[in-house]
């Protein structure tokens, strides 16, 4: 089985939404004979 990992960045800098998770969370499940999983990432400013 092939699977296909999209990222994208959680809301950052006070934003409610991150464009690039809401356009990734569109994508179908399955594209062809891929499994799609959407992971969402983290982002974190100068932590120390």
Known sequence: MKKVVVT????FDKAEVNPSYEAAKLL???IGEADIE???LPVVFMKT
């Open 8 to 11: 994208a960045f959680e809301p």
């Open 28 to 30: 179908p499940k399955r």
């Open 38 to 40: 959407l992971i969402r």
